[in-house]
């Protein structure tokens, strides 16, 4: 007999399902990044996201409705968001599941309605949507269930045809964007959507997928990428406990309710997230009391996904490591000192003598900037907060020296998620709080948490390197508007120019660019822009692209992997070939890159 209709707990089993297919193949959609850089994430981004909400649908158990389950997988997905590819996918989630809210089972008709309804949603999340994508991938999907939706008998069928259709639309996509057909690969993030799909259909063939939260730890990583190395400095946690959970409301949450809430959490703690959506209240705080927490949540309904870490246990195995049957210190090299900016030594200041008026962060610029942005020394509740993306320590301190609030430790290698930046947000006691994002990829995921906060007014500077987010905070200007400031910070970037110096992890060809495995690369805003076997010879020919007559200052940033005394006669060169211009030094601290250098 034909199945014409599905019910929420198959639908559960068939999104868990596609997690795990999206997950298996995590490394081979990596792999499809254009680029041929160390820092492919596409895979990574979309499975970080989609086991966001994976983690959500297993905590409801085994008995829900359609509605408790679209929740799940559109608030899972929406804050554990990474990369433009997992916020994309989030927002497919997201429009999806509010088409399946309030009904007993879900037939091919209501099936395509849902599949059209993400597609809107994920359309108007991206400001300028590019064909040859996930979104195209999404889109095909969608048309071939709104043309099958009325005449299959079979909902078996109906899965077939749409995955069917939706791997052809993917291998078009390197028609539809040059760049694809050159590099020789499908886009990534429509290969990604297309296993959920897969997945998926799985499940409706009959397979037994089990999906359990041992796996979802497992996928999301428990090695190096996952660790948030700046913690492993601080020696002094303050509060012992991190505690989480989900509040499951029983009467009103208005926004006093929750600023009440709020201000009993801070009284007993910090790091505060506190996040209502709809009947939910999602909850993070760093205490010594986790019961308090608890006792207080409960006077507004029943608790679920309550997690508690001990976070002065956590750190000391950071610290130390089991020798037989005792922990002793881990040896210096064994520590990562890549802690918060501000807590070693400061950051290497230029040494050419150059003034730094023209927008670099040199000594007398920072300076300045330090003297006149009260927001250099967070104290109290005051206007404007900062919150900034950054990779290297060098680079953070520079960063925090501008007068950053929140650092998040994040790039190419690693996106925060929207959650990340919702944290940041909910420790910072400001009006307003910019956040610069700098790097392309985490922009949507700013702009994601930006939209999901109501207590303050969050404005993005879509800077998309960091180079652009030091010049935006140098032009902050403390007497400004919020308005005036968003103005000039946003007119600010468009002066930076960024070239990135690393290796090419494969052989392709890509912007007329013939490279090999191997190969130094530079790569600009818009392309590569020098290709080489010598990192000095690489880095020099893609500053010279860069220059041109409206050209004052280069800013050198060098890598965890790039000798100062390299950086410095890549300073001697540009300064000789180029005397009108300033040259200034940076020791950025940054993986993957061996220079980021920016010309103003």
């Keep these: 007999m034909a199945t014409r209709s599905l019910d929420a ?245 208005n926004q006093k309710t929750e600023a009440d809430f709020k201000g009993y959490l801070e009284s007993i703690g910090d790091s505060i997230v506190c996040v209502a959506y709809d009947d939910i209240v999602k909850v993070h705080v760093h205490t010594n009391h986790p019961g308090l927490a608890f006792e207080r949540a409960l006077t507004y309904g029943a608790l679920t996904s309550m997690k508690v870490d001990n976070m002065r246990e956590e750190h000391q195995e950071r610290l130390f490591k089991l020798d037989g049957n005792k922990y002793v210190e881990r040896p210096e090299e064994e520590l990562d000192h890549s802690g918060p900016a501000g807590t070693a030594n400061g950051p290497v200041r230029p040494d050419n003598g150059k003034d730094g008026t023209k927008g670099g962060a040199t000594d007398e610029a920072i300076s300045g900037i330090m003297e006149s942005n009260p927001q250099a020394t967070p104290a109290g509740h005051r206007q404007f907060g900062f919150i900034a993306v950054s990779v290297g320590d060098g680079l953070s301190e520079i960063l925090k020296d501008l007068g950053t609030d929140e650092i998040i430790s994040g790039g190419q290698t690693m996106n925060p998620s929207t959650d990340d930046i919702l944290e940041a947000i909910g420790r910072i006691d400001a009006d307003t709080i910019f956040v610069l994002p700098n790097n392309k990829n985490i922009i949507l995921a700013a702009n994601q948490a930006a939209s999901l906060t109501e207590d303050k007014e969050i404005i993005v500077i879509p800077a998309k390197t960091i180079p652009q987010g030091i010049t935006a905070l140098i032009s902050f200007l403390p007497e400004s508007s919020a308005e005036e400031n968003k103005k000039n910070m946003l007119e600010a970037i468009t002066c930076v120019k960024t070239g990135e110096v690393t290796y090419s992890v494969r052989s392709t060809e890509i912007d007329g660019q013939v490279i090999k495995k191997g190969d130094i690369m530079g790569i600009g805003d818009k392309g590569i822009l020098a290709v080489g076997s010598d990192i000095m010879d690489t880095a020099f020919e893609m500053v010279y692209r860069m220059i041109d007559d409206d050209s004052s200052l280069v800013s050198i940033y060098y890598g965890e992997e790039t000798e100062e005394s390299d950086a410095k006669e890549l300073c001697r060169r540009i300064e000789s070939r180029y005397p009108d211009i300033d040259v200034e030094m940076h020791r950025g601290g940054e993986p993957v890159y061996y220079y980021i250098i920016s010309v103003e």
């Design 9 to 253: 707990g198959l639908i559960a089993k068939m999104f868990l399902a596609g997690a795990a297919e999206l997950a298996a193949n995590k490394d081979r959609i990596n792999d499809l990044n254009v680029f041929p850089v160390p820092d492919g994430d596409t895979g990574t981004n979309m499975t970080l996201t989609i086991m966001a909400a994976a983690k959500e649908v297993l905590a409801l158990g085994d008995d829900f409705s359609m509605t408790a389950l679209g929740k799940a997988i559109s608030s899972g997905s929406l804050r554990g968001a990474r990369g433009n590819s997992g916020v994309i996918l989030s927002q497919l989630l997201r429009g999806f599941t509010k088409e399946l809210r309030d009904r007993e089972s879900v037939d091919m008709p209501l099936i395509a309605s849902a599949f059209n309804k993400g597609v809107e949603t994920a359309y108007k999340a991206v400001m300028k949507p590019k064909e040859g994508t996930i979104l195209t991938v999404a889109r095909g999907a969608a048309e071939k269930a709104s043309e099958l939706c009325d005449r299959e008998e079979d909902i078996e069928a109906f899965a077939n045809a749409i995955v069917e259709h939706a791997e052809y639309v993917l291998s078009q996509t390197p028609e539809l964007l040059p760049v694809l057909k050159q590099a020789g690969v499908v886009d990534s993030g429509g290969q990604g959507l297309v296993c959920v799909l897969k997945g998926a259909r799985r499940v409706l063939l009959g397979e037994e997928v089990k999906f359990t939260a041992e796996d979802i730890n497992a996928a999301s990583g428990t090695g190096a990428e996952g660790i948030n190395r700046e913690a492993v400095a601080n020696a002094d946690v303050k509060y012992g406990y991190c505690t989480e959970f989900i509040i499951l409301l029983n009467h009103v949450f």
